[in-house]
């Protein structure tokens, strides 16, 4: 009958609706015109509502992965351990994260630890051993070889380049 709008900025159209509906010679007839369109109304605000709800629980369950993430970056950390923190699943965790942040959860992990590092190596005189461990990592080796593979260089070579 008239269309769609959000709670309280149809309030006109409910009214002309309303208005031409009490105009009516079958009292009958505008009072079912009438509830049907208080019902779909009804069922609009339910869905708007539903919709909003689905839209803040998904932006809280980033907010809470990304904070997560930057206040556990010294623990090993993995998808599946978040998924099951929050009681979600792992493809609606990836999917939100892509929507909101166009990324993986995994990819923005990967990122952290990498600033983490970067900023350890360069504002630190904290050994490449305790950067990896700062980052997560349960040995030097891989955090070297992830370091290398992510950044281009060694985190010795990063450090010396940075200074």
């Not at 689905?54 to 351990?81: C, G, M, W």
């Not at 050994?127 to 010795?156: H, M």
């Amino acid at each position: 009958v008239f269309p769609s709008c959000s709670a309280f900025s149809c309030m006109s159209a409910v009214q002309e609706t309303v208005s031409k509906l009490t105009s009516y010679d079958n009292p009958i007839r505008s009072m079912y015109e009438l509830l049907e369109i208080l019902f779909g109304l009804l069922k609009q605000q339910e869905f708007a509502t539903e919709s909003a709800k689905r839209q803040s629980q998904a932006e809280y369950y980033v907010s809470f992965t990304t904070e997560y993430i930057k206040t556990h970056l010294h623990f090993p950390l993995s998808v599946n351990d978040i998924t099951r923190l929050l009681g979600i699943s792992q493809p609606y965790l990836y999917r939100i994260f892509e929507e909101q942040l166009g990324k993986s959860p995994k990819q923005y992990i990967t990122e952290c630890k990498l600033q983490h590092a970067k900023k350890l190596l360069t504002e630190t005189d904290m050994t490449v051993t305790e950067i990896a461990a700062s980052a997560g990592f349960q040995d030097v080796l891989t955090f070297s070889r992830f370091f290398r593979t992510k950044a281009g260089v060694s985190p010795s070579e990063y450090r010396k380049s940075s200074s």
